[in-house]
């Protein structure tokens, strides 16, 4: 297994250590667990463009791995009323559409790669849980985390609709 794809598995090995350490109200070290996570994210995606270590596992599992990452964090954010639910249904429902339709593109031959506006939806929800893990450390800190989340969410919608407008064709019957 290569170094990209060793990344993309710590990530996802970190994610209950996350819950745990965050349900137990130790948020400074779930906080730096998620940070390390989200770094892995940047890492194995670098690493694998750079040495031409691109496989099919990592281009399933690096996405799937930063959705766990995140949402689980969300999940236990709304478990602790500090994250509205509609707001992960909202953003639920973006990721199984796009999930869809590229199973869909698959099964045409078609690869349906992420696009700009994705990626900047993911970079804004990994800020927005960092800053909302700091929530108990200042306002100000659950301010910018709860425009981070607000921004996540127009990010997402504003996503969604553009991988359907541009892969509308999958969709043809």
């Known amino acids: 297994m290569n170094l990209p794809n060793k990344l993309t ?5 970190c994610v209950p250590i996350f819950v745990v350490l965050y349900a137990f109200g130790l948020n400074i070290p779930a906080l730096i667990v998620f940070i390390i996570a989200s770094i892995t994210d940047y890492f194995d995606g670098k690493i694998a463009r ?4 691109i496989t099919n596992f990592g281009k399933i599992m690096d996405p799937l791995a930063d959705k766990v990452l995140v949402y ?4 236990m954010f709304i ?4 994250m509205p639910g ?10 199984f559409a796009v999930s869809g339709m590229r ?4 099964s045409q ?3 349906v790669a992420a696009g700009m506006t994705g990626k900047i939806k993911t970079v804004l929800q990994m800020f927005a849980v960092i800053f909302l893990l700091l929530q108990p450390y200042g306002k100000a800190l659950d301010i910018i985390g709860k ?8 990010m997402t919608i504003v996503s969604g609709a553009e991988y359907i407008i541009k892969n509308k064709n999958v969709f043809s019957m």
């Not at 598995?9 to 090995?13: K, L, Q, S, Y």
């Not at 750079?50 to 270590?53: D, I, V, W």
């Not at 509609?86 to 990721?95: T, V």
């Not at 199973?103 to 698959?106: E, F, R, S």
Request: aromatic share 8%.
């Open 103 to 106: 199973t869909v593109a698959a």
């Open 109 to 111: 031959g078609t690869v």
């Open 72 to 75: 689980a964090a969300f999940c």
């Open 9 to 13: 598995i710590a990530r996802v090995i």
């Open 79 to 82: 478990d602790k009323g500090i």
């Open 86 to 95: 509609w707001m992960l249904i909202i953003i639920l429902a973006r990721e």
């Open 50 to 53: 750079e040495r031409n270590l």
């Open 147 to 154: 425009v981070l989340l607000w921004a996540s969410l127009v």
